[in-house]
């Protein structure tokens, strides 16, 4: 796990090392729900690093860290995910899309309720998931972006497709 961490990190530190020219780190949080109404909560954290290619092509990349109550919200499961997307810049919005490779954090039993192995195998997400997302820039200042997100994703049959809504707080190098 140590290993996924320190080798995410490293590899978001040489994007950061070989260019600055439109470049942004970012902060955010987002929450949302399973596309099942009834599905449980899930909120997501992380970091984000974006590097614009041109006027209306960048990409995106960072580190997730997803939190999602499950069995009617008796155990609860942390998955790490490093997203890489496609970013679309337009004037009215920014669309993205990509994937997700993920892997287990944690899994957290909040209740002395009775698991079968069986119940608890489904909580594992998939190594690849994918993800699309659309978005606004927000310049609050010459170096500082707000960007609202509204995102879908689809990281595992049991969490199924699950939407959120969050927002980035960006710093333009």
């Not at 449980?40 to 006027?55: A, D, V, W």
């Not at 195998?121 to 609202?148: A, C, Q, R, T």
């Amino acid at each position: 796990m140590k290993k996924y961490i320190i080798l995410s990190i490293a590899i978001l530190l040489s994007i950061c090392v070989e260019s600055q020219n439109n470049f942004k780190i970012g902060v955010y949080a987002l929450t949302g729900f399973e596309y099942e109404l009834y599905g449980p909560p899930y909120t997501s954290y992380g970091i984000s690093i974006e590097k614009q290619l041109n006027k209306y092509l960048g990409l995106e990349t960072g580190y997730n860290i997803n939190n999602i109550l499950f069995v009617d919200n008796y155990v609860k499961t942390e998955y790490s995910s490093i997203p890489i997307n496609l970013k679309l810049y337009t004037s009215v919005l920014n669309i993205s899309g990509g994937v997700n490779i993920n892997f287990l954090s944690d899994i957290s039993i909040l209740s002395e309720q009775h698991f079968s192995v069986l119940s608890l195998n489904g909580i594992y997400p998939n190594l690849i998931g994918v993800n699309i997302s659309i978005s606004k820039d927000i310049s609050l200042s010459k170096s500082l972006e707000l960007e609202p997100i509204i995102s879908l994703k689809y990281d595992s049959k049991e969490f199924g497709p699950n939407y959120g809504i969050g927002l980035k707080l960006k710093y333009c190098l």
